[in-house]
């Protein structure tokens, strides 16, 4: 039994060991980095097997054309090498698309493989006019609309958008007090 809920705290770890053993050290070096790096994600779920161990994530966060409309951008994607077979990356997917709906988001848009993502809706060939900060092959920029007219009305380049992950950027030093306001 796997279960789809709202990433926690607890899961970060956990999340960040199951994307480095999916993609390696140079996860941090894709084009869609440039638009996570500092932030908090949109949405952030994570599935977990019946120990409540960690098997899988999926993580959106706002993005803005070069015209300040919104998108989502989606990803990673990552599931555990034991439960790949077992349909958890497509639950993620759908629960993350469905969320992303019912929060009034009118598309979400990632860097994929379209063999694999178009059973979610997404197509191939509707961001021609659109590009990433980076290099980024056309034919794995895909997207799927919610509301008609959201993905044509995007153009020029995206944005990293959304709230600052302002405790990620700060080093923490050990030892260091905190000073509060009388």
Same mark, same amino acid.
């Given at each position: 039994?796997?279960?789809?809920?709202?990433?926690?705290?607890?899961?970060?770890?956990?999340?960040?060991?199951?994307?480095?053993?999916?993609?390696?050290?140079?996860?941090?070096?894709?084009?869609?980095?440039?638009l996570r790096?500092?932030?908090?994600?949109?949405?952030?779920?994570?599935?977990?097997?019946?120990?409540?161990?960690?098997? =899988?994530? !999926?993580? /959106?966060?706002?993005?803005?054309?070069?015209?300040? #409309?919104?998108?989502? &951008?989606? *990803?990673? %994607?990552?599931?555990?090498?034991?439960?790949?077979?077992?349909g958890v990356?497509?639950?993620?997917?759908?629960?993350?698309?469905?969320?992303?709906?019912?929060?009034?988001? =009118?598309? !979400?848009? /990632?860097?994929?493989?379209?063999?694999?993502?178009? #059973?979610?809706?997404? &197509?191939? *060939?509707? %961001?021609?006019?659109?590009?990433?900060?980076?290099?980024?092959?056309?034919?794995?920029?895909?997207?799927?609309?919610?509301?008609?007219?959201?993905?044509?009305?995007?153009? =020029?380049?995206?944005?990293?958008?959304?709230?600052?992950?302002?405790?990620?950027?700060?080093?923490?030093?050990? *030892?260091?007090?905190?000073?509060?306001?009388?």
């Amino acid at each position: 039994m796997i279960d789809i809920v709202d990433e926690t705290p607890a899961h970060i770890g956990a999340r960040e060991a199951l994307l480095d053993l999916s993609f390696g050290p140079d996860r941090f070096l894709k084009t869609s980095e440039r638009l996570r790096e500092g932030r908090l994600p949109a949405f952030a779920y994570s599935a977990l097997d019946e120990d409540g161990t960690l098997v =899988g994530t !999926v993580r /959106l966060w706002h993005v803005v054309d070069a015209n300040g #409309r919104p998108a989502l &951008l989606l *990803g990673p %994607l990552a599931v555990d090498a034991t439960c790949r077979a077992g349909g958890v990356g497509g639950r993620l997917m759908r629960h993350a698309l469905n969320q992303a709906a019912l929060a009034g988001h =009118g598309s !979400v848009l /990632l860097v994929g493989d379209f063999a694999y993502y178009q #059973r979610f809706g997404f &197509l191939q *060939g509707c %961001l021609d006019g659109i590009t990433l900060p980076g290099p980024v092959e056309q034919a794995r920029f895909l997207a799927v609309e919610f509301r008609s007219g959201a993905v044509s009305e995007l153009q =020029g380049c995206l944005q990293a958008a959304g709230a600052m992950d302002f405790v990620a950027a700060q080093p923490f030093e050990i *030892g260091v007090q905190l000073k509060h306001a009388a």
